[in-house]
């Protein structure tokens, strides 16, 4: 199904398309951006809670700046002094954050008509071709995203490009989770898990240093599942500097595999999130600063969680990283399911 959502400041329409599955799950998706507006899912008595913060409007999208259910790239997460050098060559990208790289930098992907191809009531695949030197990149590339609603209560996306040039890759979804519903206030009485045994350091502007610290002993610690507030506002660095959760995790194993999971009693709610990614950013919303949402609520601080599944930041200027460098002809196909269980 498909509706108008709006124009975009420049006139172009954007179409709402909605994606059912047989237990009553519905996602709401946009070909601006390629964007995640909503998730209804029922909780333990069956009733419905859209479970992603988001706009009612284009403008929203448009001037917003917490990328609500974003689909972030070519580079989500930061480029150290925007720089990065490949092949020989040092390519210079805009500087949107402290002198840093963030989330493609200006000139967001978030932010651009994307094509539709193969839509049906439980998928549907956005296309946007990034040129050569688009945003600082080498490469012209198509970029796929397909948002597949499945009869398991599973929310997957799938991300396709094939380069021309060796270039960087790093898609990522950007949805702030809250399971007690978009609206319901701080999402840190949630638990979380997430199963790493260590995370990567970062400076005052969530640059990696490299090291890469075990969780052992720390309030990074979510290899049991624990409540996020519990200690977010703890008395150590990490936290003091991200001004609660806003870091990237060393995923245990490889391949698919599930690697994360939130949990709200009070809804019933349980998601958990696969990935064939190496690293999650766990960020809790800490800069989320009076909101205009949707159905008029105004979202303030850690009102949502982001699980952005990702090479790790910085990545390109790090050896001991796995590479983000998708090679000319190369296929670039990662995939990230966020499952939704009912709990009694
Ligand atoms: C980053 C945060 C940033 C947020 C919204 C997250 O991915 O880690 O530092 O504030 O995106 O821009």
Wanted: hydrophobic fraction near 30%; charge should be negative.
């Amino acid at each position: 199904m498909t509706e108008l959502f709006g124009k975009t400041k420049d006139g172009q329409e954007v179409t709402a398309y909605l994606l059912k599955n047989k237990n009553g799950m519905e996602a709401k998706v946009l070909d601006y951006g390629a964007t995640l507006v909503s998730l209804m899912v029922p909780d333990r008595e069956g009733i419905s809670r859209d479970v992603v913060l988001g706009y009612d409007t284009v403008s929203g999208y448009e001037e917003g700046t917490c990328y609500f259910g974003a689909t972030v790239g070519r580079v989500a997460n930061r480029i150290g002094k925007a720089q990065f050098q490949l092949n020989g060559t040092i390519y210079q990208l805009a500087k949107n954050d402290n002198g840093n790289s963030l989330h493609g930098g200006r000139d967001y992907m978030n932010q651009r008509m994307w094509r539709t191809e193969n839509v049906s009531d439980q998928e549907i695949t956005f296309l946007l071709h990034s040129p050569d030197g688009d945003q600082g990149y080498p490469g012209a590339v198509d970029i796929r995203v397909t948002y597949t609603l499945t009869d398991g209560d599973e929310l997957k996306i799938h991300y396709h490009a094939v380069p021309e040039a060796d270039t960087l890759l790093n898609l990522t979804n950007h949805s702030y989770f809250n399971l007690n519903g978009h609206g319901s206030g701080p999402a840190t009485g949630q638990k979380a898990m997430i199963l790493a045994q260590a995370f990567t350091q970062a400076d005052a502007e969530s640059i990696p240093t490299g090291e890469i610290v075990p969780v052992e002993g720390t309030p990074m610690d979510f290899r049991t599942a624990k409540t996020i507030g519990q200690e977010i506002d703890a008395d150590y660095e990490p936290l003091i500097l991200g001004k609660g959760y806003d870091h990237n995790w060393v995923l245990d194993g490889s391949g698919f595999r599930k690697v994360a999971q939130l949990a709200s009693e009070e809804s019933g709610i349980c998601m958990e999130v696969s990935t064939d990614l190496p690293g999650i950013q766990f960020y809790t919303g800490n800069f989320i600063e009076k909101e205009n949402g949707k159905s008029g609520t105004i979202y303030g601080k850690r009102q949502g969680v982001c699980f952005e599944t990702q090479y790790f930041p910085d990545a390109v200027n790090k050896e001991n990283f796995e590479s983000p460098i998708t090679k000319a002809g190369e296929v670039y196909d990662t995939t990230t399911v966020y499952r939704f269980i009912k709990s009694s």
